[in-house]
């Protein structure tokens, strides 16, 4: 099993063929030297929007790096430009993962100290980084965390739901059916929810998650800390009648919805409906197990009635 070189400090290192006063940063109109990077994986958090967010461990980070994997590097040479880093970006997205993981866990076997960033926020939230993460680890290679920013925090705090537990979705399937299908499964989990949603489709996703989990408080939050930032706060059913009648926003979309109210069990008339209902789409056993989640009876139960419903027929 391949084992990562002793930590040496950047200066020292030949694999870095830029001279000395390149491999630093700009912050404040200084240029900075960066520290000793430990050979790895370093997963670094990036500013989902505004600049100044960035911190001081990710753009040591980068700039000591001799290699930074990113999504798209466009996106990212605007933040390394920015603060004057001239290390080397390298495209690693879903349509090359599978290409490119061999090739730097190679770099990682030469004790190499890589750097890996998402377009915006933290990497693995909603990407395919965790498969590299996974893979170096199995290889004995050293991996950590340079924490910063995330839309799904940011959102959360700012929607003013409860905060103590939350369940992160991310995003919903794009077709109505399996949409409306995950929502349902989503019905009974005692959390605020928050989701990751485009422009094109929020509205469609809002109008769902209004029929699927009722009259819940929500938030929709948009190109968070940008210029246009915008924070829209009701309920379900009002944030998707406002939808309905406006023009697919742009930017990045984060839905934060409450957890679910102290309801009262579901009446037996309703819980036969949904079972009828399930029985026509599914098998015995997924409609019980669909109906369980949706309805929060226990699945003894709801078996127990869908056998008598199937005796009166």
Do not use: W
């Given at each position: 099993m391949p084992r990562p070189a002793s930590p040496r400090p950047a200066?020292?290192?030949?694999?870095?063929?830029?001279?000395p006063e390149a491999r630093g940063y700009v912050l404040a109109g200084s240029r900075v030297s960066p520290g000793a990077l430990a050979p790895g994986l370093h997963v670094v958090a990036t500013p989902?929007?505004?600049l100044a967010d960035i911190t001081i461990r990710a753009l040591e980070t980068l700039a000591a790096a001799d290699l930074v994997l990113c999504e798209d590097t466009r996106v990212t040479r605007k933040l390394t430009s920015h603060y004057g880093i001239s290390t080397q970006l390298q495209p690693y997205h879903e349509h090359n993962a599978a290409e490119m993981r061999p090739r730097?866990?190679?770099?990682?076997?030469?004790?190499?100290?890589?750097?890996?960033?998402?377009?915006?926020?933290?990497?693995l939230i909603s990407d395919p980084g965790y498969k590299l993460v996974r893979d170096a680890i199995v290889g004995g290679f050293h991996v950590v965390a340079a924490p910063g920013a995330s839309a799904?925090?940011?959102?959360?705090?700012?929607?003013?739901?409860?905060?103590?537990?939350?369940f992160f979705e991310g995003f919903l399937p794009p077709k109505q059916g399996a949409r409306q299908a995950r929502i349902a499964e989503l019905v009974r989990i005692p959390a605020t929810l928050v989701f990751y949603e485009t422009g094109p489709r929020?509205?469609?996703?809002?109008?769902?998650?209004a029929d699927?989990?009722?009259?819940r408080e929500a938030a929709l939050a948009r190109e968070l800390t940008k210029r246009f930032e915008e924070v829209r706060r009701g309920t379900l059913a009002e944030l998707a009648a406002q939808l309905a009648e406006e023009p697919a926003p742009k930017g990045e979309i984060v839905l934060v919805v409450g957890p679910?109210?102290?309801?009262?069990?579901?009446?037996a008339q309703d819980l036969d409906a949904a079972l009828v209902s399930a029985l026509k789409r599914v098998s015995?056993?997924?409609?019980?197990?669909e109906v369980s989640a949706a309805t929060g009876v226990k699945r003894r139960e709801v078996y127990a009635r869908a056998l008598d419903l199937a005796k009166s027929d």
């Open positions: 200066s020292e290192d030949p694999s870095d063929r830029r001279p989902i929007g505004a730097v866990l190679a770099r990682l076997a030469e004790g190499e100290r890589i750097a890996l960033v998402s377009d915006a926020g933290t990497p799904a925090l940011t959102a959360l705090v700012v929607a003013g739901l409860p905060t103590d537990r939350f929020v509205a469609a996703a809002m109008a769902d998650l699927g989990l009722g009259p679910p109210g102290e309801e009262a069990a579901p009446q015995l056993k997924d409609a019980v197990a």
